[in-house]
């Protein structure tokens, strides 16, 4: 099992910036997708960013299309969110997980967008967006 961290989350008014940070200390994320999943109060998991870390494909949210950037350091085994833009519905509780491909990293129709999909999960972190 692949043993997730994520940190980064805090407090921020509407308009401001944060940036996540997810890292393994198990594996090499070389194989592996590694999405950025959230869930809001009395909401479902939702699965914001995701990107295959060796294929280099990439998946947004139409809620955070053009304000979310998601990316990875290889050498730091790290991935990143860029959240700008930060509205108060993007509140919640921010979740990195992560997806083994058995197929082409390279395919595009591989990455996983369902939270469902991701078999291990790093502890949230709290991203709270004042008004």
């Known amino acids: 099992e692949v043993q997730l961290q994520a940190y980064g989350g805090g407090l921020v008014q509407a308009g401001g910036s944060l940036r996540l940070t997810c890292t393994a200390s198990?594996?090499?994320?070389?194989?592996?997708?590694v999405a950025w999943i959230r869930q809001a109060p009395g909401k479902v998991h939702e699965v914001v960013s995701s990107?295959?870390?060796?294929?280099?494909?990439?998946f947004y949210a139409d809620s955070v299309k053009g304000r979310f950037t998601i990316s990875s350091d290889n050498a730091k085994n790290t991935v990143y969110l860029q959240m700008n833009t930060l509205k108060p519905e993007d509140t919640a509780v921010y979740y990195c997980a992560a997806y083994q491909f058995f197929g082409d990293p390279k395919d595009p129709k591989l990455l996983p967008t369902f939270s469902y999909e991701h078999d291990s999960w790093g502890q949230g972190t709290l991203v709270t967006v004042s008004s």
């Open positions: 198990s594996v090499t994320f070389d194989g592996y997708a």
């Open positions: 990107i295959s870390v060796s294929g280099g494909n990439t």
